[in-house]
């Protein structure tokens, strides 16, 4: 089992960087992949960005793709989300969550196990 803390929301202008951090307990983090997801007020959960156990594969969704990049440190048991070129409609609560599988492509919510509590990032016009 694999506990997760996000940290790193914020408020932040369009245009700035913001860089989400989540933090993992327990010893066997390097097996799981990792993925990021959001959720705006009155929409579902999305899929923002995966990243498998070695950190060599990456996806991300089309909407953040050349903006947002996704990386691990194993050794620190963290998973970022460097977001770059933020717009409003980045505005949600993210959550980072782990899965025994990298799915890639096929990154859906339920394919998760392990969810943190969510960090907000807020980005104004």
């Known amino acids: 089992q694999v506990q997760l803390v996000e940290s790193g929301g914020g408020l932040v202008q369009a245009g700035g960087s913001l860089r989400l951090s989540c933090a993992a307990s327990g010893r066997t983090f390097s097996s799981y992949a990792m993925g990021w997801f959001r959720q705006a007020p009155g929409k579902e959960r999305e899929f923002v960005a995966t990243i498998s156990w070695s950190g060599r594969r990456t996806y991300y969704a089309d909407s953040v793709k050349g903006r947002f990049i996704v990386s691990r440190d194993n050794a620190q048991n963290t998973v970022y989300l460097q977001m770059n070129s933020l717009k409003p409609e980045d505005t949600a609560l993210y959550y980072c969550?782990?899965?025994?599988?990298?799915?890639?492509?096929?990154?859906?919510?339920?394919?998760?196990?392990?969810w943190g509590q969510g960090t907000q990032v807020t980005v104004s016009s």
């Open positions: 969550a782990a899965s025994n599988v990298y799915y890639g492509l096929g990154s859906k919510k339920d394919r998760f196990d392990y």
